[in-house]
C-alpha cells in the first residue's frame, strides 16, 4: 500500500470533509482516507496499481474542491 497526502482547498466545514472522505473512498484501490479539515489535507492509502494521484485529484475536484498539490 502506498500514501500520499493530498492538500485540498475551499473545505469549510463537516459537509466538506464528508464529501471529500467519501468521494476518495468511492475510488477502486483507495482503502483509507483521514481528512484534515482545519489544516486542508486528505490522507490517503491506497494500492498504486489501481488508482493514481489523477485519479484521487478529479474525485475531489468533481465535489467542487481544488487539491493543489501532494506530499
Known sequence: MAK????VHGMSCGHCKMAVTNALKELDGVSNVSVDLENGKAAVEYDESKVQFDNMKDAVEEQGYDVVGQH
Open 4 to 7: 500520499t497526502t493530498l492538500n
